[in-house]
């Protein structure tokens, strides 16, 4: 008997879910998708009447992204990015081709005067420093990088992000196929993990306000305080490391000791110090290796510095 009593129970509630539905959702196919949107979000109606999922580019994804949650209030309608689109809606010369929404262009383009429309609300946080920026000065576009109207955009997933930087960026494509490189192209890195696209106080569009601070965030055992610090190091990673790939290992612009001779020259090691021969000639280090000795080239805690060509043996 509870058996049964559980079963109309079950047929009841299932009952009350179906009433609650849009009559037209429970009819199938006779009603379309975007009937259904005009219930949810009847300020979108004049525009989903038309555009729906049949569209090369679908629209009503939108829906599924934070553009479209009905609950929150700060949720945009299409007129707040689109305006009303008089022309668009109405097409009064009946053209086939219908003229192209506020938001784009006469050509049927985003203008940088339309990207108003997403700084106008999108001004804060890591967008802050938007103005002025790099990719703001290069008139780059919302869209250009971003898709509004799908829950799935390229450029905010970790294994599309590169492709959509890399369309511009192709330098940098080129290096991430060196053998030495960080694990971009493997999914386990973006490059909004170094890079604020948005703007940044920093260098180079940084996350932190510099180079070694945005390494530090992962490389923090480079970061001491040391007693001695190689200054380059303290200065800029990239004077030594392309963070983007290299044919060296551990992402060194070039092989030691020629990087380390950049700065150092041969002659250090003449006079008394010249062991490695027994000859003071500038041939007695070239071709070998620095890191042989000096290991610790971020810098050391060693208080003997009995490596430290500023300080002479006695």
């Given at each position: 008997?509870?058996?049964?009593?559980?079963?109309?129970?079950?047929?009841?509630?299932?009952?009350?879910?179906?009433?609650?539905?849009?009559?037209?959702?429970?009819?199938?196919?006779?009603?379309?998708?975007?009937?259904?949107?005009?219930?949810?979000?009847?300020?979108?109606?004049?525009?989903?009447?038309?555009?729906?999922?049949?569209?090369?580019?679908?629209?009503?994804?939108?829906?599924?992204?934070?553009?479209?949650?009905?609950?929150?209030?700060?949720?945009?309608?299409?007129?707040?990015?689109?305006?009303?689109?008089?022309?668009?809606?109405?097409?009064?010369?009946?053209?086939?081709?219908?003229?192209?929404?506020?938001?784009?262009?006469?050509?049927?383009?985003?203008?940088?005067?339309?990207?108003?429309?997403?700084?106008?609300?999108?001004?804060?946080?890591?967008?802050?420093?938007?103005?002025?920026?790099?990719?703001?000065?290069?008139?780059?576009?919302c869209t250009n990088c971003h898709q509004m109207h799908t829950?799935?955009?390229?450029?905010?997933?970790?294994?599309?992000?590169?492709?959509?930087?890399?369309?511009?960026?192709?330098?940098?494509?080129?290096?991430?196929?060196?053998?030495?490189?960080?694990l971009t192209k493997d999914g386990k890195m973006v490059c909004?993990?170094?890079?604020?696209?948005h703007g940044s106080a920093g260098p180079r569009l940084m996350?932190?306000?510099?180079?070694?601070?945005?390494?530090?965030?992962?490389?923090?055992?480079?970061?001491?305080?040391?007693?001695?610090?190689?200054?380059?190091?303290?200065?800029?990673?990239?004077?030594?490391?392309?963070?983007?790939?290299?044919?060296?290992?551990?992402?060194?612009?070039?092989?030691?000791?020629?990087?380390?001779?950049?700065?150092?020259?041969?002659?250090?090691?003449?006079?008394?110090?010249?062991?490695?021969?027994?000859?003071?000639?500038?041939?007695?280090?070239?071709?070998?290796?620095?890191?042989?000795?000096?290991?610790?080239?971020?810098?050391?805690?060693?208080?003997?510095?009995?490596?430290?060509?500023?300080?002479?043996?006695?």
């Amino acid at each position: 008997m509870k058996f049964w009593q559980k079963i109309a129970t079950s047929l009841a509630m299932l009952a009350g879910l179906a009433a609650a539905l849009p009559a037209h959702a429970a009819e199938g196919t006779k009603h379309t998708q975007a009937d259904l949107m005009r219930e949810l979000r009847p300020e979108d109606a004049v525009c989903t009447r038309c555009h729906d999922q049949s569209e090369k580019n679908p629209v009503l994804s939108i829906y599924q992204t934070r553009h479209g949650v009905k609950a929150d209030k700060r949720t945009p309608s299409c007129q707040s990015c689109h305006g009303t689109s008089e022309a668009h809606v109405k097409n009064l010369a009946n053209t086939p081709v219908r003229p192209p929404v506020d938001f784009l262009g006469a050509k049927g383009k985003a203008t940088s005067k339309d990207i108003e429309s997403c700084v106008g609300c999108h001004k804060s946080g890591i967008r802050s420093h938007w103005s002025g920026s790099a990719h703001e000065a290069a008139d780059v576009l919302c869209t250009n990088c971003h898709q509004m109207h799908t829950h799935q955009d390229k450029v905010r997933e970790k294994n599309t992000q590169p492709e959509v930087c890399f369309a511009c960026h192709k330098e940098q494509r080129a290096q991430y196929s060196r053998p030495s490189r960080h694990l971009t192209k493997d999914g386990k890195m973006v490059c909004s993990d170094c890079h604020n696209p948005h703007g940044s106080a920093g260098p180079r569009l940084m996350q932190r306000d510099s180079v070694n601070a945005t390494c530090y965030t992962c490389h923090m055992e480079k970061r001491g305080p040391f007693i001695r610090g190689h200054q380059p190091a303290q200065e800029d990673c990239s004077l030594c490391h392309n963070p983007h790939g290299s044919t060296q290992p551990n992402l060194l612009k070039a092989r030691p000791p020629f990087l380390c001779q950049q700065c150092h020259e041969p002659a250090t090691h003449q006079g008394r110090n010249a062991t490695f021969n027994g000859a003071g000639t500038a041939n007695n280090v070239l071709a070998r290796g620095c890191v042989n000795c000096h290991t610790n080239t971020h810098g050391t805690n060693n208080p003997a510095n009995l490596a430290n060509e500023r300080t002479q043996r006695r």
